[in-house]
């Protein structure tokens, strides 16, 4: 399990303050408005679109809300044009760091991630630099709790590979299991969790890291810190990094932020 995705969990089972659930949804309205605008604003036509909504649904976002969005990115409603951006940096101990973005203004965008990456003891790189250690997948964790209700592991692993997810791992020590999915078969896996009443703790499509920066004391919470002031910028829409970083260690910067 990399790193962002342990943190990713923690960060979901903690909850949400309001003005990070409020950042939330900006980045899911952003991430609607650009895939009608690139892909139509047929849901069903459209997969980066459906799954978009599907989030933005997840996440409560008002109806209203997703409709305009895409009534923008189609061009029904005015707005500003955004353009989508990949930045590529190390983090600190050489942890890969990949941010994607969306910005109506990609100098200033540019700017403001590099001053994030340097005042975290990271830095910005060229384009590519990092970027081919990551693979687009579809990932899905579930509680070890919550597959009491199913009949245990091979009942999940049989739902899975049935819907075609490419693998399901249990990982003892964070006591959840973990479900990668190629791109296009993501929803088909996410909504036969739902059909069968299967909690999941974090659903999304992510970026994942093809080996891991194992990360220690003052470079594991330097990390956390660049993670969280690049998930806290506007522009971004996801952050991934290759960092590995204990349970513990993680548990205790979330209580602690």
């Given at each position: 399990m990399s790193g962002h995705s342990k943190w990713s969990t923690i960060k979901h089972k903690k909850g949400k303050e309001d003005a990070r659930r409020g950042r939330i949804f900006s980045k899911l309205v952003k991430e609607i408005t650009v895939a009608a605008k690139v892909g139509g604003g047929?849901?069903?036509?459209?997969?980066?679109?459906?799954?978009?909504?599907?989030?933005?649904?997840?996440?409560?976002?008002?109806?209203?809300?997703?409709?305009?969005?895409?009534?923008?990115?189609?061009?029904?409603?005015?707005?500003?044009?955004?353009?989508?951006?990949?930045?590529?940096?190390?983090?600190?101990?050489?942890?890969?760091?990949?941010?994607?973005?969306?910005?109506?203004?990609?100098?200033?965008?540019?700017?403001?991630?590099?001053?994030?990456?340097?005042?975290?003891?990271?830095?910005?790189?060229?384009?590519?630099?990092?970027?081919?250690?990551?693979?687009?997948?579809?990932?899905?964790?579930?509680?070890?709790?919550?597959?009491?209700?199913?009949?245990?592991?091979?009942?999940?692993?049989?739902?899975?590979l049935s819907a075609n997810a490419e693998d399901v791992r249990n990982i003892p020590e964070d006591k959840l299991y973990e479900i990668y999915t190629d791109p296009g078969n993501y929803l088909a896996v996410k909504e036969m969790l739902d059909r069968e009443k299967i909690k999941y703790t974090l659903a999304q499509m992510a970026m994942i890291p093809s080996s891991t920066v194992r990360l220690e004391g003052k470079e594991a919470a330097q990390i956390l810190r660049l993670m969280e002031a690049l998930e806290d910028y506007e522009d971004v829409q996801n952050v991934y990094s290759n960092f590995d970083i204990s349970t513990e260690e993680m548990a205790k910067f979330a209580a602690s932020a």
């Open positions: 047929d849901s069903n036509a459209n997969p980066r679109l459906r799954a978009a909504v599907v989030s933005a649904r997840a996440e409560n976002v008002p109806k209203s809300n997703i409709e305009n969005a895409i009534k923008r990115g189609i061009g029904e409603l005015e707005g500003v044009s955004l353009e989508e951006a990949i930045f590529e940096g190390y983090g600190p101990g050489g942890a890969a760091v990949l941010a994607e973005v969306l910005t109506d203004n990609r100098k200033r965008a540019a700017s403001d991630i590099r001053h994030i990456f340097t005042k975290s003891g990271g830095s910005l790189g060229e384009a590519g630099c990092v970027g081919w250690l990551f693979t687009k997948k579809g990932y899905i964790t579930v509680d070890h709790e919550a597959l009491k209700q199913i009949g245990g592991e091979d009942r999940l692993i049989e739902l899975a």
